[in-house]
């Protein structure tokens, strides 16, 4: 094989899966907008405007879906039913404004983690969670249960609204983890446990929960960066082959000229 005939073939093996790369983030760049936009319509209390987008939204992501599968199925199950809730949110009367937001909220979030690599906005809901969650503990701490349940509503709300997203992007493991503290405290098991049993399961839940928001912020990789690094350290790694099975056939006609020399 000619040096030419080399590169040609290194330049094909890099071009079409970045290629493909590039189709594929622009095409979840397009659904996230539209997802963007029909929570902003709901803002605006524009339901109907809401409801054509997530059609629109639904076509797209079938003509996406059809082509290629760029994604899990934990994904797919997660989209389909945020997306699922989305609509009826804007298209059941007896629900709320801010019941409607709240699901459409929820669908945005998981759009923008499947695509974010980095800082999902769903991470951006921390401060606020977390909020409810030490009022919560500090109700505990001071004896006042009906404050407890109050701040226990709020967090659990806050939660639910991130939830999917979180499944999207962290570990299964951790997830189940903070689920199963939020079943025990839903089904008041706490309150059988001593003052000091509760905190500790909260200190516990507290610090699961911190695992879950720090997974996503310690994950600074860029995939990207990872798709340039391992091209060039092909190309490098070929070129480097390539010179020294040159240098290895030049030495062999060294070797046979010296020889004839020396008959």
């Known amino acids: ?11 094909i093996l890099l071009v079409l899966p970045s290629n493909k790369y590039a189709a594929e983030i622009e095409h979840w760049k397009k659904l996230d907008e539209i997802a963007d936009e029909a929570l902003q319509m709901v803002k605006s209390e524009r339901y109907d405007d809401a409801k054509s987008l997530l059609e629109h939204f639904t076509n797209e992501f ?62 951006e809901m921390e401060h606020s969670t977390m909020k409810y969650f030490h009022q919560m503990k500090g109700a505990i701490e001071q004896d006042d249960t009906e404050t407890f349940q109050y701040m226990l509503n709020l967090f659990l709300n806050k939660y639910e609204v991130i939830q999917p997203s979180i499944k999207v992007d962290v570990n299964p493991e951790w997830v189940t983890r903070v689920d199963s503290h939020i079943r025990f405290l839903e089904s008041n098991q706490h309150i059988s446990l001593e003052k000091t049993k509760q905190i500790q399961q909260l200190d516990q839940m507290e610090a699961d929960l911190n695992e879950l928001f720090n997974a996503v912020k310690d994950d600074d990789t860029d995939p990207s960066l990872l798709w340039v690094m391992i091209s060039i350290g092909s190309v490098i790694l070929l070129s480097l082959s390539y010179a020294g099975w040159k240098k290895y056939k030049a ?9 004839k020399l020396n008959d």
Do not use: C, G
């Open 62 to 123: 079938l003509q996406f879906s059809s082509s290629d599968k760029p994604y899990t199925m934990d994904e797919l199950r997660v989209i389909t039913i945020t997306h699922n809730n989305a609509v009826e949110a804007v298209t059941k009367t007896a629900l709320s404004h801010e019941e409607r937001i709240r699901k459409v909220v929820q669908f945005r979030l998981v759009i923008d983690a499947i695509i974010s690599e980095h800082q999902p906005l769903w991470v």
């Open 1 to 11: 094989m000619n040096r030419r005939m080399m590169l040609l073939l290194v330049l």
């Open 251 to 259: 030495d062999k006609v060294k070797q046979q000229s010296r020889k």
